[in-house]
T-cell receptor, first 112, second 115 residues
């Protein structure tokens, strides 16, 4: 079983829709949860960063963490064609020596 | 502020050949990472440097991969000899400090095809 599971998609939605992206994980030691966006032929860039459980909002993006279910989500409101990219969840146990474990990514396409 | 620079952008080699990738991190960033991203997968950490010392190389296939970071700035990653399964994008990232709370900034990567 992989430490981090993510549906690869592809996911295609019309412009303006609400997008929901999800990951599950198995390591209960994970405390730091991140979402990265990766455009084609580019490196990943950090979108959202959350510590422990709860919600975090930044503009059109909301990250949710449910540690009891080992489940994290990213919601995108009023989706735009420029949001078309691969979204990678990532997590870490948080100690100074802990590496970041990435999900396999969900490819998202926003139709104009 | 200039981002993480990587070269070359693309490389095609035959199996058993050697190849090297170069990374120039963001100025002043103490920590440098090399990741391997196979098509359809997330990045996997190969090696992490803090200044010019290795912090974590547990997932580096040391029989064929090597990396160095001279003077705590630029870094090179080498594969010798390459195998078909090494075909991937090799990403370099840097962060100001050490630990998960430091944001990692990624370069665009080097896309390697091994034939």
């Amino acid at each position: 079983q992989k430490e981090v599971e993510q549906d690869p998609g592809p996911l295609s939605v019309p412009e303006g829709a609400i997008v929901s992206l999800n990951c599950t994980y198995s390591n209960s030691a994970f405390q730091y949860f991140m979402w990265y966006r990766q455009y084609s032929r580019k490196g990943p860039e950090l979108l959202m960063y959350t510590y422990s459980s709860g919600n975090k909002e930044d503009g059109r993006f909301t990250a949710q963490v449910d540690k009891s279910s080992k489940y994290i989500s990213l919601f995108i409101r009023d989706s735009q064609p420029s949001d078309s990219a691969t979204y990678l969840c990532a997590m870490s146990a948080g100690s100074s020596a802990s590496k970041i474990i990435f999900g396999s990514g969900t490819r998202l396409s926003i139709r104009p | 502020e200039a981002g993480v620079a990587q070269s070359p952008r693309y490389k095609i080699i035959e199996k058993r050949q050697s190849v090297a990738f170069w990374c120039n991190p963001i100025s002043g960033h103490a920590t440098l990472y090399w990741y391997q991203q196979i098509l359809g997968q997330g990045p996997k950490l190969l090696i992490q440097f803090q200044n010019n010392g290795v912090v974590d190389d547990s997932q580096l296939p040391k029989d064929r991969f090597s990396a160095e970071r001279l003077k705590g700035v630029d870094s090179t990653l080498k594969i010798q000899p390459a195998k078909l399964e090494d075909s991937a994008v090799y990403l370099c990232a840097s962060s100001p400090g050490f630990g998960v709370k430091n944001i990692q900034y990624f370069g665009a990567g080097t896309r390697l095809s091994v034939l």
